[in-house]
């Protein structure tokens, strides 16, 4: 935005107290004189220091309106103070349908500390009559006069509550103008259900304009069931409240439907909603009325310092193309103490930054796969530099952005439901930022380049093609799943060609699947090498199509055991570089800090030190084997399901964590049967126990032990070296039980008998 000239508001002469007195006069000064200044060509106003308090305008609910093509100054030690009021909703500072404005420096402080959540009403005896006069009817009482301006925002959509001690199945409320009249009387109702049997609230008649001053004072009626002395009356305080009882929308700052604004170098705190918020102009009956422009875009909010909100941080609503940097946000939803959390301290989310544009809930035509010139809401979000700090649930999530992108940001504290983005909603990136006591969650197809994560953990969740690289975790873990599109193996009915699971698919009819036959065999008619349309969805079942919504499949028979139909795109994770680390292991207790429940996924370059690790596939797996390329395991002890192992070390100098159970190829369950390998491997001073259908080959073993359970499964160890190791299999009964082949033996003890293990081609170089 060009400046051509500034204007240092001159107080005396819009009658504006910088010394914290007479907020009507102060309020309607400020926003005098920016309107004078934008006639007079201004584009700077400057307003002094000092502390200014304002108050909201009971129509708008606003105290600063701003100006398109102005940028607001608060003056080093200016501080705008917001009277208490009992608003649910409000904005301190005001950008509605603005264009090039911007607003910086000094403090805003709302009112949260003294704000009005609900008025008590008195009552006498006496009722209204029907034309608004009042009568000394002793079966009824009735009000004190309410005022609307004496509680702006709190009557918007009022409720009264059940008084104690008083027997009454309905009220009734009489409004008017300016004075209790028959002539001044604007409508009434008899029908008022008190709350909290009557949560929605009443509103206000000729209300279409917000014209507060064409109706302004009410008074309840209420008829007695039972009878009640003058003294029970006198002392009825009568709770009145909003139905928007959670007062989450006072704001600091309301950026709505504005285009080309920057807030920066400002301190907003105590707000009873968020310190600043974005979101589209207002509600229009005709959704062809929208436009984009109405959504805002190409914000900029940086170097700010927003803390002690009630509710958010900062709340991304609708805006576009928005820059968010270099601010510090904290203590969202506390006390000054920090520690105190309650409803007059914080209403959820109590986030740092959420951004979220309710779109569902609106009648915006948004863009979308079937809509593709819809309107956009919440694209291209760059968050970077921000320290989000101490909030009171947590300090980022993005529910309904597209193309988000977080870089550099420091997150610490600890968090609820962890940093992150609906799964649904693509193009989010982290990059290089750090966690500090709390969790980052990778969900959908999050892009995640670089983090360091102290004392947090990094959690899979719901991930549809998610990337992950370059991490480090210390003194926390990586944990989750990867399971999205998969099924399992079905039941085939060959004379209808459905296929039946045991859990519900979550798919409705045109999704694409694809077969394969990892062990088993498809059923006649159904091609591994094409994609299908489902067809007949059910909870549990589908038949399949060639083409989308076309006739089903005929198939000749079940297939073989072991095949599966799947989502075609699962499997889809892929992490790599990522460390997982303590200083010290002060025990051998299981602590598996890399636990990973996985269909298909691929690990590679993984490093893991003082800590256990588990990559496990799903009970009676028939998909893709895990991957799992270039792990080093240092101190710790793990668990592998359904994977291929490769270029991995394994090394131990603390005594084994069960004996010599340190790293466990397969188990002893029925439920997990699929092969699991592991080539040019190393393991020094640990066990493998090969409990599962496991082949080991080009691996050394150094002072290691190698074990099996006496089950079914069958284990090879082929063309490997071994030195200085134990081969225990002196308790196997099962024929060919292991097999160890074309290896290499120096200072090798093997104890068991042949036909339970098979010892073929080895070479033996004796003692060392």
């Known amino acids: 935005m060009t400046q051509h000239t500034s204007y240092r508001l001159e107080l005396d002469r819009f009658n504006v107290s910088n010394t914290g007195r007479n907020p009507a006069e102060t309020t309607k000064g400020i926003n005098d004189a920016l309107v ?56 301190i500072i005001d950008m509605t349908a603005i264009k090039n404005a911007k607003v910086s420096g000094g403090k805003l402080v709302g009112d949260k500390k003294n704000h ?97 001053s064409r109706n302004n004072k009410m008074i309840f ?25 959670t007062h989450e929308s006072g704001h600091g700052i309301g950026v709505f439907g504005s285009n080309f604004i920057e807030v920066f170098n400002i301190e907003i705190s105590n707000c009873v909603g968020d310190g600043i918020i974005t979101g589209w102009e207002k509600y229009q009956l005709d959704p062809a009325a929208y436009s984009q422009e109405q959504m805002g875009q190409h914000i900029l909010i940086h170097d700010c310092h927003i803390h002690h909100c009630r509710r958010q941080g900062i709340s991304l609503c609708a805006s ?41 809930e609106t009648n915006i035509p948004i863009k979308s796969a079937d809509r593709p010139n819809g309107l956009e809401l919440n694209y291209r979000i760059r968050l970077w530099d921000n320290y989000v700090y101490s909030n009171a649930r947590g300090h980022f999530v993005n529910s309904d952005g597209t193309d988000i992108t977080l870089e550099n940001n420091t997150f610490e504290g600890a968090n609820v439901g962890g940093i992150s983005s609906n799964p649904l909603f693509p193009y989010v990136k982290y990059v290089n930022n750090t966690f500090i006591g709390c969790e980052l969650w990778v969900q959908g197809d999050n892009f995640v380049n670089g983090a360091v994560i102290q004392n947090g953990n990094l959690r899979l969740a719901d991930v549809r093609g998610a990337v992950v690289q370059n991490c480090k975790i210390i003194n926390g873990s990586v944990h989750g799943s990867s399971l999205y599109g998969y099924f399992g193996s079905p039941v085939v009915n060959a004379a209808t060609g459905t296929f039946t699971f045991k859990t519900a698919h979550g798919m409705g009819n045109g999704a694409q699947v694809s077969f394969e036959q990892w062990i088993g065999k498809v059923p006649t008619g159904i091609s591994v090498d094409k994609l299908y349309y489902t067809v007949n969805v059910s909870v549990l079942g589908f038949q399949v ?47 598996p800090n890399f636990n990973l429940l996985a269909a298909g996924a691929v690990i590679k370059n993984i490093m893991i030190k003082n800590y256990d690790m588990a990559v496990l596939v799903p009970a009676d797996y028939a998909g893709r084997p895990n991957i799992i390329d270039g792990l080093t395991m240092i101190e710790g002890s793990a668990r592998f399901e359904g994977c291929h192992i490769s270029e991995s070390e394994f090394m131990r100098a603390k005594t084994p964590a069960l004996g010599s159970t340190d790293i466990q190829l397969g188990s002893n369950d029925a439920k997990y049967k699929r092969q699991i390998t592991l080539r040019n491997g190393l393991f020094h001073n640990l066990g493998l126990v090969l409990d599962g259908n496991a082949t080991v080959t080009g691996t050394s073993f150094l002072n290691a032990a190698v074990g099996k359970s006496d089950n079914a499964n069958k284990a090879v160890i082929a063309q490997s070296y071994l030195e200085n190791s134990k081969l225990n299999f002196n308790w196997l009964r099962q024929n060919h039980s292991v097999t160890v082949a074309k290896s290499v033996f ?13 010892l073929v081609d080895n070479t033996d170089l004796g003692t060392p």
């Open 36 to 91: 004078w200044a934008k006639q007079e060509g201004y584009s700077h106003v400057v307003l002094p220091s000092g502390t200014f308090s304002v108050r909201l305008d009971p129509g708008t609910l606003i105290a600063i309106k701003m100006q398109s093509g102005m940028h607001l100054e608060l003056e080093n030690g200016c501080e705008i103070v917001l009277e208490a009021n009992s608003s649910p909703n409000y904005s």
């Open 116 to 212: 009005v959540y609900e008025i008590f009403v008195k009552f006498a005896r006496g009722g209204v009559n029907a034309d608004g006069t009042l009568n000394n009817d002793p079966k009824w009482i009735r009000s004190e006069v309410i005022d609307r301006y004496a509680n702006p925002g709190l009557l918007t959509n009022f409720r009264l509550w059940t008084i104690p001690g008083v027997s009454a199945s309905a009220f009734s409320f009489y409004q008017y103008k300016d004075t209790v009249s028959k002539a001044n009387l604007t409508g009434f109702r008899t029908n008022g259900v008190f709350a909290p049997a009557g949560s929605a609230g009443r509103g206000w008649f000729l209300n279409e304009d917000n014209d507060v």
């Open 221 to 245: 009626a209420i008829p007695l069931s039972a009878p009640l002395t003058d003294a029970a009356i006198s002392q009825i305080q009568a709770k009145v409240d909003n139905a928007y009882y």
């Open 746 to 758: 120096k200072g090798v003890t093997v104890t068991g008998t042949a036909p339970y293990i098979r």
């Open 320 to 360: 576009n193309d928005t820059h968010i940097f270099r601010n510090r946000i904290h203590h969202i939803g506390f006390d000054d103490d920090g520690v105190t959390t309650n409803f007059r301290n914080g209403t959820p989310p109590m986030f740092g930054i959420d951004i979220e544009s309710m779109y569902s």
């Open 545 to 591: 199509s060639e083409s989308l919504g076309g006739s089903p499949v005929a198939v000749k028979d079940v297939g073989e055991t072991g095949f599966h139909v799947a989502r075609f795109n699962y499997g889809r994770c892929y992490l790599s570089n990522i460390t997982v680390e303590r200083e010290w292991r002060k025990d051998n207790a299981l602590t």
